[in-house]
Nanobody, 121 residues
Framework: EQLAESGGGLVQAGDSLRLSCIAP????????VGWFRQAPGKEREFVATQSGNGVITDYADSVKGRFTISRDHAKNTVYLLMNSLKPEDTAVYFCAADWISGRAPHLYHYWGQGTQVTVSS
């Protein structure tokens, strides 16, 4: 892995969290970035992605309207702002990067180790 996530934690339903993803060896401004999550016993699923130029942004239906992906080029950091969190959002969240954006995990070469998000009811 060449990415590192942070910002996870234990929150209550309805709360917000902002996840961060840094890439010490990469330049995010040139890469598409994706966020994925994996709950215990489930496959890794797509959450959000943004193309390298920021023009194309896509969200899973389950998070659309609640989550926002963004990036700070000066800090070479990508964020996932998560509002109105639900217990079903509980998972390990991963950021990923590559040249082409998309919903499939296999499209991304670079991954972080993940950060745990737990939402209590």
């Amino acid at each position: 892995e060449q990415l590192a996530e942070s910002g996870g934690g234990l929150v209550q339903a309805g709360d917000s969290l902002r996840l961060s993803c840094i890439a010490p060896g990469l330049t995010f401004s040139r890469l598409a970035v994706g966020w994925f999550r994996q709950a215990p016993g489930k496959e890794r699923e797509f959450v959000a992605t943004q193309s390298g130029n920021g023009v194309i942004t896509d969200y899973a239906d389950s998070v659309k309207g609640r989550f926002t992906i963004s990036r700070d080029h000066a800090k070479n950091t990508v964020y996932l702002l998560m509002n109105s969190l639900k217990p079903e959002d509980t998972a390990v969240y991963f950021c990923a990067a590559d040249w082409i954006s998309g919903r499939a995990p296999h499209l991304y070469h670079y991954w972080g180790q993940g950060t745990q998000v737990t939402v209590s009811s």
